[in-house]
C-alpha cells in the first residue's frame, strides 16, 4: 500500500470566509464582521459584535440544500462571553436552521450550564436536521438557511464581537485510506490531518490528553482498504443531544482492511449516540483496548478483542471472536438480553476462555452470554467469572440464555468461578462443571488406529458416583419406555445398561431422556408386557460410541469421586473385523481416564 490518506464526505454550506450572504438575526446587522482576529479554518469566521439582555445571532442563506439522510449538519461555534450566556435549557447557544430570517429551527447545543464551559473555546457542533428542535420560530419549512444564535445575559461588556461563526457543512465521515509501514494510518494522523486550518472538519478534534469526536470513523473505504495501526490513544465521543443513535461509529468498512489497536480507550459522554463500533470485516486485532458507555459492538468470527473491557456498554456481537481475557461490566442491554451474543456454530473453547462478566450495577436483570440458534450441541467454558447473575435457572439474570426452542445443549464449564444457571427457550440444557474427560483409544498391537470399533465402558462395581446395577422399575407406553430410578444422576443423551428384565425388549445399552431427578425415558421397539417383569437393574454408561478415524471415544461429565468401569472395544459387523477387547479401571474425578484397547484380528 501507499502511505496513508485521510479524506471526508463533508460537503460545504459556507466556510465564513466573507460575511456576503449572512443575515442578522434580532437585528444588528450591522455588526457583523469579516473577523480575521479568531478563526477556526481558513483566514476568517464571521462574527458579530456584543449585545445584552437578549437573544442575537447570525444566519447564512446557502439556497436549496439537500443533506443526505443519517447526515448531519456541522458548525462550528464560538462564544468568547460564555458566563454571560443563559443555561442551555433556555437556547444560551443554539443551532439554527430555517427557510428565512423569520423562520427557523432552534436546536439548543450549548449554555454557561455546560461541561467544561468556562474553558471552552470553539466547539463544532452536530445536529441531524430531521431531529426535533427546541424551539421554533415561525415555519421553517425547507432548511436553505443556517446559523447560530445566543441569548446573552442583562449584565456584562458589550465591547468587541465575541460571537462567532466559522465553518458549516453536511456530512459524517472522516475516511482512512492504504497505510504502510513507514506511515500506516493512525488516530493522530486522522486527528492532524482533520485539525489543519484548510480543513477543520470537526469530525477528530484534538485535544489535551486525546481527541474529541462525533461522526462516523471509517477505517478502508468501500474501494480501498486500509493498513490502521494505533496504540495509547484517548477518544472522547460527543455528546451532541440531537443526533439518531446510531450516527457516531468506528466501522472497518474494507474487507482486505488490517486494523490493530492497543490500549485505545474509547469514552462516550452521553446517551444519545454513544457510539457502535463495527468492526465486522478485515482483519482487527484489538489488545487491552477500553470501552466506556459507548453502544454496541460487533465483530467477524475471525476478529481479535484480548484482554479488553466494555464497561457500561450494549450489547457485543462476537460470531467466533477471540476474546481471550476481556472483560464485560455493568452492560447496558434490555432486561432479559445478553451483554456478549454467541451465535454461531463454532465451540467458544479456547476464544472465550478468563473473560470476566459482572452485572452487580447492571440497571436491568440480564444475561452474561446469549447462545444463539446456531451454536454446537456441546460447548466449554474456561476460567471465566461470573458476577452478579442469579443462582435460580429460568430467570431474567440467569447467567447464560439459550435460544435454541429444541434438541440438548451441554456446556462444560470448567474452573470457572460465580454462578453458571441458565434460562432456555426450549432446548435441553445440560451444565457439566469441572468435567473430567475420558477417552479410550483402539489401536492394533503396531499401534496402528482402529476405527470404527464399538465402544463401552460402564460402572464396574458400586463404590463410585454412578449407578451400579440399580433396582428400577419400568413400564412403556407406544414406542416409550419409563423408568424409576431413585436418584439417578444422569443428563439427557447419556446412556445406561438395562439387565435383569424378563423381556428382552427392555434389555439393553440405551440413550435416555431425563424428565426428573428420578425418571428417564428411553425408545423401545416392539410391545412387551408393561410393566417389565424380572429384577431390571440399571447402570451407569460412562463411554459409549464408536471410534473416530483416530480409534478415540470420549466422554466429559463431573464425577463427584473415583469411579471404577469395566468395558469392552469390539468390532464384528463389518471387516476388517476385530475380537472383542476388554477394558477396566478407574476414572479419576478430576484427571479423567484415558483407556487403550489393543484390538486382535478376527479374519
Sequence with gaps: MAVAAYATDLSDITTAETTTGWSALGGGASGLNDETDYYIQGTQCVSKNGFTATEKGHIFSNGATTI??????????????????????????????????????????????????????????????????????????????????????????????????????????????????????????????????????????????????????????????????????????????????????????????????????????????????????????????????????????TGTA?????????????????MVGSAIVDSTVAANSSSLIWDVATDPDGLLDDMNFDSTNSTNAI????????????????????????????????????KDTSGTIILNIVNCTGNVTYRSDGATISIVQDPAQTTVQCVESDGSHVAGARVLLETADGTGPFAYQESVSITHTASTATVTHTAHGLDTNQYVAIRGATDELYNGVKQITVTDANTYTYSLTGSPVSPAAGSPVSSAVLVYGVSDAMGKVTDSRTYSSDQPVTGWARRTTSSPLYKEAPLSGTIDSINGGNFTAVMISDE
Aim: charged letters at 15%.
Design 306 to 322: 484480548q484482554e479488553c473491557v466494555w464497561t457500561g456498554a450494549n450489547a457485543i456481537t462476537a460470531p467466533g471472536t477471540d
Design 367 to 402: 444475561h452474561a452470554i446469549e447462545f444463539g440458534t446456531n451454536v454446537p450441541a456441546a460447548m466449554t467454558l474456561r476460567g471465566c467469572n461470573f458476577s452478579g447473575f442469579s443462582a435460580s435457572n429460568t430467570q431474567n439474570d440467569s447467567t447464560f440464555h439459550f
Design 68 to 301: 443526505t439522510a443519517g447526515d448531519a449538519v456541522f458548525i462550528w461555534i464560538k462564544q468568547n462571553n460564555r458566563n454571560l450566556m443563559d443555561t442551555i435549557a433556555n437556547g444560551g447557544c443554539q443551532v439554527v436552521m430555517g427557510s428565512g430570517t423569520n423562520a427557523y429551527d432552534q436546536f439548543y447545543v450549548d449554555g454557561n450550564d455546560s461541561e467544561g464551559s468556562a474553558l471552552a473555546g470553539w466547539r463544532t457542533y452536530a445536529v441531524d436536521p430531521t431531529d426535533t428542535p427546541s424551539a421554533s420560530v415561525g415555519n421553517s419549512g425547507a432548511y436553505t438557511y443556517f446559523g447560530a444564535q445566543w441569548v446573552i445575559g442583562g449584565t456584562g461588556s458589550l465591547k468587541g464581537a465575541p460571537n462567532g461563526v466559522d465553518v458549516i457543512r453536511h456530512g459524517r465521515e472522516l475516511q482512512c485510506t492504504a497505510g504502510e509501514a513507514a506511515a500506516y494510518a493512525t488516530f493522530d494522523g486522522a486527528a492532524t490531518w482533520d485539525s489543519d486550518t484548510t480543513r477543520a472538519w470537526g469530525l477528530l478534534t484534538p485535544t489535551a490528553g486525546g481527541y474529541q469526536f462525533h461522526g462516523c470513523f471509517v477505517m478502508g473505504t468501500t474501494a480501498t482498504a486500509v493498513d490502521f495501526r494505533d496504540s495509547d490513544r484517548s477518544i472522547v465521543i460527543l455528546d451532541d443531544p440531537f443526533l439518531p443513535t446510531g450516527f457516531n461509529e468506528f466501522e472497518v468498512r474494507n474487507a482486505s482492511s488490517n486494523v490493530e489497536w492497543t490500549n485505545i480507550i474509547i469514552t462516550a459522554l452521553g446517551t444519545t449516540s454513544r457510539g457502535i463500533l463495527t468492526m465486522n470485516v478485515g482483519t482487527v486485532d484489538l489488545q487491552k483496548c477500553q470501552f466506556t458507555g459507548i453502544d454496541t459492538s460487533i465483530f467477524s468470527a
